[in-house]
């Protein structure tokens, strides 16, 4: 007997649907074809036939030298997009050589400081025809930006034909996870437009926000819940931009794009993605008044969910990973990163990142879910289910805006509350046996039935990077580097946009961390409202 | 019987969940639960002393637990906190548990642990 009488995100199911249940769609308002306006079918007319979605595989380590490795491994077996990961050290805007710092280097990602270990990082990757997602933080993004941009001008790239991402998204590390060295969300987010107004005037092809409900899901949040404060933050980054009175919607809205989480339960993920699409084109289309078929159609990255997979019996990720990429790839995303197995223990390994592209790979070329676009459009259930999210989407995104929209949500913690709610919830759904975790909460076994490699960081990255740093404070123009440092103060200070300024401080090799601790300075840090849950 | 436990994030890792969904259900339980987020080793180790409290848990999903684990026992010793309780939470390798157990680690409690175990590990009777 099957207990479930209802989705992941709970919402109630029947036995079988049928005709019944979708007789108000009407298939040219409601469907379209693929490549047509409301986009629900995908965003393409051939989808995969023309262009199969990118494997960017999610990846950093230790040093920019190590990382440079994985790349390069990452490119050879067939990757066709990058995505550093930072350390924490670096998402929060600190040197290597800033004191407490020193274990966090090079531990969760990669340790990035200077222009010269974006250098070094992307040295021999071919930068000009494939894309590179900067999965910066709110706070270092401007920064880590512009350092792949000057890489890009130093190779000679037209900085208009970069293509790539920067993640930007400023939910992603005040709430989902928390950088202690943050500034105020209500300065933060002013850093978040520049980035996105500096980019859509000069780098077409760069996507400057990427605005990340795959962190808001693993927070606990349910699938439209997801979509709701997906879209919820879109709009607080438009309205922000639009309130400056610089660039028009149509001029910065193109340049807008979303990475969203693929969860356990197949066709609510293949109906998330789908509603997610017929979503933006509404919100674009008659909120905004968009025309530009670039900024109707909503283009988007997925990760296979990693709070899904365990600790316990961890080959049985593979399983769980390759059915996340396959609800993707029905689902119509352009771009897939697709976890390692072992996430839950280490850092990926080699071998169980080569599974996770050759899962990816198996999904594009054997699976048969690539042949035609949006497989499952017209199954009664899926289109029923496609509206049930889109319904409590709305709902659930005017009770963001009744807490005062995106930003005030997360100052005064409703944001915190909300994610809290749902994790203890969830939490509370395994202990009761409500929702089945293989291996965790069913089919336990008291010991591990089989051994695998555990991923080891290099612990000397600390002293490397701290020695690098050392030595280009040594050898740089010292008196230029103040100059930058100050116009980024200046601009900050006038409201001007940061990015030229930080641009030419970043080509002078100044740090991270001296650039970050000008708005440390003057505006101090944020006190997470976590802290104060009750 | 355990009645003040601190709940603290050693470093910059921001990976919050799995700290405030235990600090909640330890409160649930009864205990007081001083959540202290991120904080270095010295000053998880410095509060835990001036409130005087009866255990630590730390939540570590960066890598660094068995350097991080370390150096707060180091700084427990220095302070004369032998007797309190010391559990680890977080992406602990299966092989790095027998050796955060001999470092002096009572309990290390990895991801898909049972938050009722952890709770009544916080509660046990201490001699």
Same mark, same amino acid.
């Given at each position: 007997?099957?207990? *479930? ?11 079988? $649907? ?16 693929? #490549? ?9 007319? *051939?989808? @995969?036939?023309?262009?199969? %979605? ?13 990382? !440079? ?9 067939? #990757? ?67 350092? @792949? ?69 693993? !927070? ?24 400056? !009175? ?29 509603? /997610? ?10 909120? $905004?008044?968009?025309? *530009? ?23 049985? *990720?593979?399983?769980?990973?390759? @059915? ?6 029905? #689902? ?48 009664? $259930? ?20 009744? /807490? ?9 913690? %409703? ?17 009761? #046996? ?91 840090? %944020? ?8 | ?103 002096? +680690? ?8 049972? +938050? ?12």
């Amino acid at each position: 007997m099957n207990g *479930n009488t209802a989705t992941s995100s709970g919402i109630p199911a029947k036995t079988v $649907y049928t005709p019944e249940d979708i007789k108000s769609f009407d298939l040219q308002r409601d469907s379209g074809l693929p #490549g047509e306006p409301p986009f629900l079918r995908g965003i393409y007319p *051939n989808m @995969y036939r023309g262009r199969m %979605w990118t494997i960017r595989q999610f990846s950093g380590y230790a040093t920019p030298e190590e990382t !440079n490795r994985r790349f390069k491994y990452e490119h050879d077996m067939g #990757g066709t997009g990058f995505s550093i990961a930072f350390d924490a050290v670096t998402e929060n805007g600190l040197d290597p050589d800033d004191p407490g710092t020193e274990i966090d280097v090079g531990r969760g990602g990669v340790n990035v400081c200077t222009l010269q270990d974006m250098e070094t990082m992307f040295e021999g990757l071919p930068i000009d025809k494939i894309s590179t997602a900067v999965i910066a933080s709110p706070f270092s993004a401007c920064p880590l930006s512009a350092m @792949y941009f000057a890489l890009a001008e130093r190779r000679g790239i037209n900085l208009r034909e970069l293509d790539g991402t920067s993640q930007n998204d400023i939910l992603l590390f005040t709430a989902c996870c928390h950088i202690p060295a943050t500034i105020p969300p209500r300065h933060l987010i002013n850093l978040c437009v520049d980035l996105v107004e500096w980019s859509a005037q000069n780098l077409p092809k760069w996507h400057p926000v990427s605005f990340a409900s795959y962190n808001y899901r693993e !927070n606990g949040l349910n699938a439209y819940q997801e979509l709701a404060l997906l879209f919820a933050n879109a709009i607080d980054y438009i309205e922000n931009e639009l309130k400056r !009175n610089r660039l028009k919607i149509e001029q910065f809205a193109p340049v807008l794009s979303f990475h969203l989480a693929a969860h356990n339960d197949i066709l609510e993920e293949v109906a998330k993605f789908r509603a /997610a699409r017929r979503m933006w084109y509404k919100i674009m289309k008659e909120r $905004y008044r968009v025309e *530009n078929p670039k900024a109707l159609a909503f283009r988007f990255h997925v990760q296979t969910s990693g709070s899904t997979h365990t600790y316990q019996q961890p080959l049985n *990720n593979i399983v769980r990973i390759a @059915y996340q990429v396959l609800a993707a790839a029905l #689902g119509g995303a352009q771009s897939i990163h697709a976890n390692s197995f072992d996430e839950g223990i280490c850092l990926p390994t080699e071998l169980s990142v080569l599974i996770s592209m050759r899962t990816q790979q198996i999904c594009q070329h054997e699976s048969g879910a690539t042949v035609t676009a949006d497989p499952l459009g017209g199954s009664y $259930y899926l289109e029923w289910l496609t509206n049930q999210l889109e319904d409590r989407a709305w709902e659930y995104m005017a009770r963001v805006e009744a /807490a005062g929209g995106l930003v005030a949500a997360l100052e005064s913690g %409703w944001i915190h509350r909300e994610f809290f709610k749902a994790m203890a919830d969830y939490q509370r759904e395994i202990q009761q #046996g409500l929702r089945k975790v293989v291996g965790v909460n069913c089919y336990e076994m008291e010991e591990e039935p089989y051994q695998f490699p555990v991923f080891r960081p290099n612990r000397g990255a600390a002293g490397i990077q701290k020695a690098k740093l050392a030595k280009i404070r040594l050898e740089r123009d010292n008196d230029e580097v103040g100059k930058c440092l100050s116009e980024i103060r200046s601009a900050t200070e006038r409201s001007e946009n940061v990015m030229p300024a930080v641009i030419r401080a970043v080509k002078a090799y100044a740090s991270l961390g001296e650039i970050c601790d000008i708005w440390r300075d003057m505006y101090g840090l %944020w006190e997470v409202p976590l802290l104060k849950m009750e | 019987m355990i009645k003040k436990v601190l709940i603290a994030k050693p470093g910059l890792d921001g990976h919050w969940r799995g700290a405030v969904v235990v600090s909640a259900a330890l409160r649930d339980a009864g205990l007081e639960v001083i959540y202290l987020g991120n904080q270095t080793p010295e000053a998880i180790v410095q509060s835990g002393f001036q409130e005087d409290v009866e255990a630590i848990g730390l939540s570590i999903l960066s890598a660094g637990h068995i350097e991080l684990v370390e150096q707060v026992i180091e700084k427990m010793r220095q302070k004369g906190m032998e007797d309190v309780l010391l559990a680890v939470g977080g992406t602990v390798p299966p092989e790095d548990i027998p050796r955060l157990k001999e470092m002096g +680690v009572h309990g290390v409690f990895p991801p898909g642990s049972k +938050v009722e175990k952890i709770v009544e590990f916080f509660k046990q009777e201490r001699n």
